[in-house]
């Protein structure tokens, strides 16, 4: 009976070999393929191989016959390919907000789908530079529990955990417990953020997520329409918002600005804003570019990143800003040049 059963199963365990360890580069002879089958205890002989074959490619998989680099068998087409799963494997462990054990763990999965002989390319070629890796191990429960929330329509209860520090004092944990209505999860600037409102205010939050430690659905209190204190009329637009309101994990009224630019900026600009920014004029060493973006501190702090390079033409309030923010950096140097010289 066990024999029978070893041999039903037969072509199902044929796919698995074919998957995992056959690829271009490393096909199977069909003696190859029968010996293999052999440590699953399954006995086969080299022509039922060939028409095990024939089902599995008509039932659409692309296993290729070929003569080189020997006679033998292979699985072609994958649903990722080697390139796409080094992205996703990539992604993966330069994500700060995914705790380095699921990490190892979601980079095996990912691994998976791909051969052996595959799986050697990518753990030779991926480099990890050793980034901060979040120690939050509830970080897939809180993913879950919010996107919930976000598809169903009711408000959660989060504890949120950062860093504080207090005059006199060593840096501490400080929680804080918020109700909030969650819009959408994002991830920019290597952070993953939850954008929500806070039910005391009228406007959006964001909240890094991996300094969520927990969250508890509140099913009977609706969603907070975004509506009701944004311009979202027929509710949040993901894209709309990262593109016009959200710099830098800073949220703010969208503004048309006016930068005047050094031409070495350009790629800078364009990876920010895109290919189509209305470039306004330009000369041998500048351009002047008109683009819309949220003001706020993170775009402020973004240009000040490129020094002289870029300078705020309008509006000038922003410029203005930017102007208070230099002085009062200038400002604490002096003072603290001027203390470190009293020494």
Same mark, same amino acid.
């Given at each position: 009976?066990?024999?029978?059963?070893?041999?039903?199963?037969?072509?199902?365990?044929?796919?698995?070999?074919?998957?995992?360890?056959?690829?271009?580069?490393?096909?199977?002879?069909?003696?190859?393929?029968?010996?293999?089958?052999?440590?699953?205890?399954?006995?086969?002989?080299?022509?039922?191989?060939?028409?095990?074959?024939?089902?599995?490619?008509?039932?659409?998989?692309?296993?290729?016959? &070929?003569?080189?680099?020997?006679?033998?068998?292979?699985?072609?087409?994958?649903?990722?390919?080697?390139?796409?799963?080094?992205?996703?494997?990539?992604?993966?462990?330069?994500?700060?907000?995914?705790?380095?054990?699921? &990490?190892?763990?979601?980079?095996?999965?990912?691994?998976?789908?791909?051969?052996?002989?595959?799986?050697?390319?990518?753990?030779?070629?991926?480099?990890?530079?050793?980034?901060?890796?979040?120690?939050?191990?509830?970080?897939?429960?809180?993913?879950?529990?919010?996107?919930?929330?976000?598809?169903?329509?009711?408000?959660?209860?989060?504890?949120?955990?950062?860093?504080?520090?207090?005059?006199?004092?060593?840096?501490?944990?400080?929680?804080?417990?918020?109700?909030?209505?969650?819009?959408?999860?994002?991830?920019?600037?290597?952070?993953?953020?939850?954008?929500?409102?806070?039910?005391?205010?009228?406007?959006?939050?964001?909240?890094?997520?991996?300094?969520?430690?927990?969250?508890?659905?509140?099913?009977?209190?609706?969603?907070?329409?975004?509506?009701?204190?944004?311009?979202?009329?027929?509710?949040?637009?993901?894209?709309?918002?990262?593109?016009?309101?959200?710099?830098?994990?800073?949220?703010?009224?969208?503004?048309?600005?006016?930068?005047?630019?050094?031409?070495?900026?350009?790629?800078?600009?364009?990876?920010?804003?895109?290919?189509?920014?209305?470039?306004?004029?330009?000369?041998?060493?500048?351009?002047?570019?008109?683009?819309?973006?949220?003001?706020?501190?993170?775009?402020?702090?973004?240009?000040?990143?490129?020094?002289?390079?870029?300078?705020?033409?309008?509006?000038?309030?922003?410029?203005?800003?930017?102007?208070?923010?230099?002085?009062?950096?200038?400002?604490?140097?002096?003072?603290? &040049?001027?203390?470190?010289?009293?020494?």
């Amino acid at each position: 009976m066990a024999g029978k059963a070893n041999s039903k199963l037969k072509t199902l365990v044929l796919m698995d070999i074919l998957r995992e360890k056959t690829d271009e580069d490393h096909p199977m002879s069909a003696a190859e393929l029968c010996q293999e089958l052999g440590e699953y205890n399954i006995d086969a002989e080299r022509k039922s191989i060939y028409s095990d074959i024939e089902v599995l490619q008509d039932y659409g998989m692309d296993i290729i016959k &070929t003569t080189t680099p020997k006679k033998g068998f292979f699985l072609g087409d994958r649903d990722f390919e080697l390139a796409e799963l080094r992205l996703l494997v990539d992604a993966v462990q330069s994500a700060g907000f995914i705790p380095e054990e699921k &990490t190892k763990a979601l980079k095996a999965k990912i691994q998976k789908v791909c051969s052996v002989w595959q799986r050697k390319q990518l753990d030779k070629q991926v480099y990890v530079d050793g980034r901060y890796k979040t120690a939050n191990k509830q970080i897939y429960y809180i993913i879950d529990a919010l996107s919930r929330a976000i598809d169903q329509g009711y408000k959660v209860k989060i504890s949120y955990t950062r860093r504080s520090i207090v005059a006199g004092d060593r840096a501490h944990n400080e929680t804080r417990i918020f109700k909030v209505t969650p819009y959408a999860t994002i991830w920019q600037d290597d952070h993953y953020y939850l954008v929500c409102n806070n039910e005391k205010y009228d406007n959006f939050m964001h909240v890094r997520i991996e300094r969520i430690n927990q969250v508890e659905a509140v099913e009977d209190e609706k969603a907070r329409p975004c509506s009701a204190f944004s311009n979202f009329k027929n509710g949040f637009d993901c894209s709309t918002y990262i593109t016009q309101n959200m710099f830098h994990g800073y949220s703010g009224e969208p503004e048309v600005i006016q930068l005047r630019c050094d031409n070495d900026v350009l790629v800078a600009i364009t990876d920010r804003f895109g290919e189509d920014v209305v470039i306004l004029d330009t000369d041998e060493d500048t351009f002047t570019v008109r683009i819309r973006a949220a003001v706020s501190d993170g775009l402020v702090k973004w240009l000040l990143e490129f020094g002289n390079k870029v300078l705020v033409v309008a509006p000038d309030s922003l410029r203005e800003e930017v102007v208070q923010t230099l002085k009062d950096t200038l400002s604490a140097y002096q003072t603290l &040049t001027a203390a470190a010289d009293d020494e």
